[in-house]
């Protein structure tokens, strides 16, 4: 069995931070498995963190680069990107292609962090 946390955490380098996970965490899936899958605790095999970037409201960044909209780019997946892998395929060829998208993308563009 795997668990895991998915939320903001402390903002660190990618390229030089505290890989061991907080002990703090892993005591708080303790408890969550004692509660709620009680019977199935036993000491946990490996205890990882991982990274991922996080936009400053969980939502993706697509859009195409301010001055330059010959270059769309797709960001900021915030933990969630994976499954919508196709849609995002069809969203940033359609901005790359024709400069717009008929799909409902447009709270995903990076002018909402401004706007804010
Ligand atoms: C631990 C973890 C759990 C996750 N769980 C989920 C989940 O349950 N559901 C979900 O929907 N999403 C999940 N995600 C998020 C999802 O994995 C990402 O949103 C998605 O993979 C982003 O796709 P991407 O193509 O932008 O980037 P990536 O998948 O990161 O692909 C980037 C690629 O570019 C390559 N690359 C980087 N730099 C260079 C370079 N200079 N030259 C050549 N190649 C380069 C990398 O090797 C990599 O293959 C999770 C992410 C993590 C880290």
């Known amino acids: 069995m795997k668990i895991g946390f998915h939320g903001p955490g402390t903002p660190v380098d990618p390229d030089d931070h505290e890989r061991a996970p907080d002990p703090r965490v892993v005591e708080r899936f303790r408890n969550h498995l004692e509660r709620y899958l009680p019977g199935m605790l036993e000491e946990p095999v490996a205890a990882v963190t991982c990274l991922y970037t ?38 940033l060829a ?14 995903l563009r990076l002018g909402r962090f401004t706007e804010l």
Do not use: W
Request: glycine letters at 10%; proline letters at 8%; hydrophobic letters at 45%.
């Open 94 to 107: 359609d901005l790359a292609l024709e400069g717009c998208s008929e799909l409902p993308a447009n709270f």
């Open 54 to 91: 996080m936009s400053a409201d969980q939502h993706f960044v697509i859009d195409c680069v301010p001055d330059t909209p010959a270059i769309a780019f797709a960001a900021g997946f915030s933990g969630h990107g994976y499954k919508f892998a196709p849609v995002i395929g069809e969203l």
